[in-house]
């Protein structure tokens, strides 16, 4: 069996507590998520994005505490979220650095099941930052993100939120050649981003999707202006692929949950807008991906054929 640990938008930062966010308390929490993580024993801890809250020394700061965690035997797999690019542009280029990452910060890596040789897995990570405002380095930079929005439409036709970004053309085009090395190689995928894509609204307790929740309606995040401006485009890739078993984000600080097209998409809880605390521990099998939430984490089963 293949486990690892998922925590998602610690957010620290050295300040105080806004609309409902505690920033300083973030610090806390992730260090009692690092040490039940350590004490597991895992492949590995995925951390899904947005690990600071604005300003370089918050960024330096939770950049030592990841370092703690690795002393301590974590393996990290890091995820860019909008929130760590909260820095100096000329800071920028670091930030890849930092969290073991080459620009333009997306990649993937396999994992394989020592006990079982059918367990095979293939992580795809994204970064839906890519075209964006925020993590622009340069003018020319941000006249394309600016381009880029303006393609887009949100379902009631206003433009999407500038906190969110796009999936580049090139890198929709290596997603795609991923997922068909993958299959050849008949290797389950779960795919992973910032940003979340798809939800059943049963699963969602925010005031935005209260009336899709009644109705119990599909909730397309990139229509809500909550996702990757040109999430449509992600997910028609998807569904071309049946390697595809999972698709993990954070971003949505409440957490959400849906199966589409036979693909368990799960948003984790934010630590740094949840009490007592939110993390995670996954298991894969090779028909299986089961999502063990720890203190007010959801928690998950989907079978799949």
């Given at each position: 069996?293949?486990?690892?640990?998922?925590?998602?938008?610690?957010?620290?930062?050295?300040?105080?507590?806004?609309?409902?966010?505690?920033?300083?308390?973030?610090?806390?929490?992730?260090?009692?998520?690092?040490?039940?993580?350590?004490?597991?024993?895992?492949?590995?801890?995925?951390?899904?994005?947005?690990?600071?809250?604005?300003?370089?020394n918050n960024h330096l700061a939770i950049k030592e505490l990841f370092k703690v965690g690795e002393k301590a035997g974590i393996?990290?797999?890091?995820?860019?979220?909008?929130?760590?690019?909260?820095?100096?542009?000329?800071?920028?280029?670091?930030?890849?650095k930092d969290f073991g990452l080459k620009k333009p910060g997306y990649y993937d890596f396999e994992v394989k099941d020592p006990?079982?040789?059918?367990?095979?897995?293939?992580?795809?990570?994204?970064?839906?930052?890519?075209?964006?405002?925020?993590?622009?380095?340069?003018?020319?930079?941000?006249?394309?993100?600016?381009?880029?929005?303006?393609?887009?439409?949100?379902?009631?036709?206003?433009?999407?939120?500038?906190?969110?970004?796009?999936?580049?053309?090139?890198?929709?085009?290596?997603?795609?050649?991923?997922?068909?090395?993958?299959?050849?190689?008949?290797?389950?995928?779960?795919?992973?981003?910032?940003?979340?894509?798809?939800?059943?609204?049963?699963?969602?307790?925010?005031?935005?999707?209260?009336?899709?929740?009644?109705?119990?309606?599909?909730?397309?995040?990139?229509?809500?202006?909550?996702?990757?401006?040109?999430?449509?485009?992600?997910?028609?890739?998807?569904?071309?692929?049946?390697?595809?078993?999972?698709?993990?984000?954070?971003?949505?600080?409440?957490?959400?949950?849906?199966?589409?097209?036979?693909?368990?998409?799960?948003?984790?809880?934010?630590?740094?807008?949840?009490?007592?605390?939110?993390?995670?521990?996954?298991?894969?099998?090779?028909?299986?991906?089961?999502?063990?939430?720890?203190?007010?984490?959801?928690?998950?089963q989907f079978d799949f054929a």
């Amino acid at each position: 069996m293949i486990k690892f640990a998922v925590i998602a938008d610690v957010q620290y930062g050295d300040l105080d507590d806004s609309i409902g966010r505690s920033y300083r308390q973030s610090l806390s929490k992730y260090l009692l998520a690092a040490g039940e993580i350590a004490a597991e024993n895992v492949d590995f801890a995925l951390q899904l994005g947005d690990a600071s809250q604005e300003h370089w020394n918050n960024h330096l700061a939770i950049k030592e505490l990841f370092k703690v965690g690795e002393k301590a035997g974590i393996k990290w797999r890091h995820v860019l979220g909008n929130h760590d690019f909260l820095v100096s542009d000329k800071r920028k280029p670091r930030l890849y650095k930092d969290f073991g990452l080459k620009k333009p910060g997306y990649y993937d890596f396999e994992v394989k099941d020592p006990e079982n040789p059918s367990n095979n897995w293939r992580f795809i990570v994204l970064n839906g930052n890519e075209i964006s405002s925020y993590a622009a380095e340069t003018p020319e930079e941000k006249d394309l993100a600016e381009k880029e929005r303006a393609r887009w439409k949100l379902a009631d036709g206003s433009l999407p939120a500038t906190w969110n970004g796009s999936v580049s053309p090139k890198q929709l085009h290596w997603l795609e050649n991923k997922l068909k090395k993958a299959s050849e190689q008949k290797e389950n995928v779960i795919v992973c981003s910032h940003f979340p894509l798809f939800a059943n609204s049963k699963s969602m307790d925010g005031k935005r999707t209260k009336a899709a929740s009644l109705l119990n309606l599909d909730v397309y995040y990139s229509d809500m202006g909550i996702s990757t401006w040109n999430g449509r485009e992600v997910l028609e890739i998807l569904d071309r692929y049946p390697c595809v078993k999972g698709y993990f984000a954070g971003h949505l600080h409440e957490g959400s949950y849906g199966v589409r097209n036979n693909v368990a998409h799960v948003t984790f809880k934010g630590i740094v807008e949840t009490n007592p605390n939110a993390f995670a521990f996954v298991e894969l099998t090779p028909n299986s991906i089961i999502v063990d939430g720890r203190e007010a984490q959801s928690s998950h089963q989907f079978d799949f054929a």
